[in-house]
């Protein structure tokens, strides 16, 4: 059984910064890929991070060099910098193990970036 969970969302004030976690079943050893997305009702849902056994990544154009990923156990983090109002949204991540086809998604955490 594969459960994925993010926490860490909040308010925080432009400039701050914010460490979201994506904690995934202990029997994940090494997932095949884990994503961060994003999404503000009435826009397209975001791709704002990936990784592949959290040794590479990359970054969607609006937060490279601002957001990065690091891993401790099952726990995968995305850390968030110098953050800006139009960060605001639902952050959400996303799990493909490597014994199975498919995705599985946690429920969410709120990001948002206000004086």
């Known amino acids: 059984q594969v459960q994925v969970e993010e926490s860490g969302g909040g308010l925080v004030q432009p400039g701050g910064s914010l460490r979201l976690s994506c904690t995934y079943s202990?029997?994940?050893?090494?997932?095949?890929?884990l994503n961060w997305w994003r999404q503000t009702p009435g826009n397209e849902r975001e791709l704002v991070a990936r990784t592949t056994t959290g040794t590479t990544s990359d970054y969607g154009a609006s937060v490279v060099g601002r957001f990065t990923i690091s891993r401790d156990g099952n726990t995968v983090y995305l850390h968030m910098s110098s953050l800006k109002p139009e960060d605001t949204a639902v952050y959400y991540c996303?799990?493909?193990?490597?014994?199975?086809?498919?995705?599985?998604w946690g429920q969410g955490t709120q990001v948002t970036v206000s004086s």
């Open positions: 996303a799990l493909r193990p490597r014994s199975e086809d498919g995705w599985y």
């Open positions: 202990e029997s994940i050893f090494s997932f095949y890929a």
